[in-house]
């Protein structure tokens, strides 16, 4: 019988597969084992599109809702700050920026 995580296990490996997921959704061959150790910018150092990152936060916060079990608000504020601390540099950011003041 597999031992039960505790609340901060559980959010440890919450933060391994968010990251793996982000590098997965934004196409790069790279996971969570690689970067873990880094002290440098290693979010800077790959992109993702803004279509990307919208995709990933979507993905995190139904995986925060099942796995954590956090309400819906609560999943989209994590996963705004997962984004802000982990994120990758947006490679489209000029374009999207246009599209929206031409909305």
């Given at each position: 019988m597999a031992k039960r995580l505790s609340r901060q296990e559980k959010?440890?490996?919450?933060?391994?597969?968010?990251?793996?997921?982000m590098f997965e959704i934004a196409g790069h061959k790279v996971t969570y084992d690689d970067v873990k150790d880094r002290k440098d910018d290693w979010y800077a150092q790959w992109t993702m599109t803004v279509q990307q990152n919208e995709e990933w936060k979507q993905w995190g916060k139904k995986?925060?809702?099942?796995?954590?079990?956090?309400?819906?608000?609560?999943?989209?504020?994590?996963?705004?700050?997962?984004?802000?601390?982990w994120g990758l540099k947006f490679s489209n950011w000029e374009e999207y920026e246009s599209q929206i003041s031409n909305s």
């Open positions: 959010w440890d490996k919450a933060v391994v597969d968010l990251i793996n997921k995986y925060f809702m099942k796995e954590l079990r956090l309400y819906a608000k609560q999943a989209e504020r994590e996963m705004g700050m997962c984004s802000l601390m």
